[in-house]
């Protein structure tokens, strides 16, 4: 697999509006540097990030993804935040702009290791459309007064900082915490790295000016930069490591996961052949009931290395059951699969991905974590087995889980969409509970 070398870890610390501007604080680590960054933003992006994250919690860390994803059906892009704290991992998105998309993307690529070749953002699709050579050698005296435009601007920016002079945030947007950003303009005496990002026009730039961190200790109870990097387990040789209670919604960069739900059927077993035909692994999410007429194919796709799961008993909406009916609905499926296959089940996927507080807690008591999915060609209902490649293709396949049914139509996909990870030096991987 080729070697990648990953962009910083950007942590939000706050959003600010003021004086018509938006303005972004992030906290870029990696390698064991750290500096505070401000970026300007867009109104449609801070807009969107107001609406989907709503007033941050300074007991949580936001760790924003250098790279955001391409929804081909919505034709946007979006940006995707994991909120950490001590006992919680959520993944959450907010719709952006290609400006800010550019913006985040050309931060990342500047943190990542000269001649690394191509990165998963850019082959998986969420990097996007790349500035042409032609626009890279633009004249230099353009190139040369945006400079001197956007570090008069800078210099403003930090007095304002500095000053504080600024108007009266809107409800819900927080200045950051403890004064970071101003003690980091502070404790700064040299010139700050100042880039910017064009498209064409002067009109479209996106300022960006960095400080060193001065504080990198991490306290008032948090949780530290250290726990934020290692939040998202790294695979252990084909499967990701889970904990009890663990909600999963993606996947760390150079990895993708297939996920089956609502078997098994007579697709069951064909299915698994087709993967270990090409050295591959999938996670099936099998139901209670099918299971009862499909003994056979479940202890099939165990021998496989097949990774298996819980998907209810019935496929009932278990938000609407009361405790009785939920927990057998969960707990008769594991003793039915844990009988055919022999080990415990540790995965479950709630139908419709709907659950609250009362499946979590089933869930837990049951040493179970949930993997939820982030890419869904809806295969169920689409007319072609060319569709769905085109929307694996189309879609960001990098740190994804995709959501597949067990259908003729997918199975006749499915040889395709493994060269095609394949081709971008994906891994395709499963899911195991620590210490099982």
């Known amino acids: 697999m080729t070697q990648n070398h990953p962009g910083p870890a950007l942590e939000l610390v706050s959003v600010q509006a003021a004086r018509g501007m938006c303005e972004l604080f992030l906290r870029a680590s990696r390698d064991g540097q750290r500096r505070y960054i401000s970026m300007v933003i867009d109104e449609q992006t801070y807009r969107g990030m107001r609406i989907s994250l709503g007033e941050l919690n300074p007991r949580v860390r936001y760790r924003l993804s250098p790279q955001c994803r391409w929804n081909p059906y919505m034709q946007r892009y979006f940006a995707v935040v994991t909120t950490l704290t001590h006992n919680d991992r959520q993944v959450q998105y907010f719709p952006c702009s290609e400006r800010f998309r550019r913006s985040l993307h050309r931060l990342g690529e500047s943190w990542s290791a000269p001649g690394s070749g191509t990165t998963c953002g850019q082959a998986g699709g969420y990097g996007g459309p790349r500035p042409s050579a032609a626009n890279d050698s633009t004249n230099g005296a353009l190139r040369l007064t945006a400079a001197v435009i956007c570090a008069f601007l800078c210099i403003s920016l930090t007095a304002m900082v500095l000053q504080g002079e600024v108007d009266r945030l809107p409800d819900g947007v927080n200045a950051p915490p403890n004064g970071h950003v101003r003690e980091a303009a502070a404790a700064y005496d040299g010139p700050s790295n100042i880039s910017v990002t064009t498209n064409s026009y002067m009109s479209n730039a996106s300022l960006v000016m960095e ?13 530290s930069t250290e726990e934020m990097e290692t939040a998202a387990e790294e695979p252990t040789e084909k499967s990701i490591q889970t904990e009890v209670g663990d909600r999963i919604y993606s996947l760390p960069e150079g990895y993708v996961a297939l996920t089956f739900d ?16 090409y050295e591959a692994v999938a996670t099936f999410f099998f ?19 097949m990774g298996l799961g819980n998907h209810s008993w019935s496929h009932a909406n278990l938000r609407n059951l009361s405790p009785g009916e939920l927990k057998r609905e969960i707990i008769e499926t594991n003793d039915l ?4 296959a022999g080990s415990e089940v540790s995965l479950f996927r709630p139908p419709y991905g709907d659950m609250d507080e009362a499946v979590a807690e ?6 179970m974590a949930t993997v939820m999915w982030n890419g869904d060609p809806e295969d169920w209902q689409i007319g072609s087995p060319e569709e769905i490649v085109d929307y694996i293709i189309r879609s960001d396949s990098c740190g994804s889980i995709y959501l597949l049914h067990e259908t003729r139509r997918t199975l006749e996909a499915l040889p395709a969409i493994i060269e095609y990870f394949q081709r971008k030096d994906l891994t395709l991987v499963t899911f195991d509970l620590k210490g099982q």
Do not use: C, F, M, W
């Open 211 to 223: 400080y060193p961190d001065p504080d990198d200790s991490s306290s008032d109870g948090n949780v």
């Open 287 to 305: 139901i209670g009931e099918h299971v009862v007429g499909y003994r056979d194919a479940v202890e099939y796709a165990a021998a496989k290395d």
């Open 262 to 277: 609502d078997g098994p059927t007579p697709y069951t077993e064909q299915i698994v052949d087709t993967l270990r035909e």
């Open 362 to 367: 089933v869930v837990g008591e049951e040493q």
């Open 337 to 340: 699969i844990h009988s055919i």
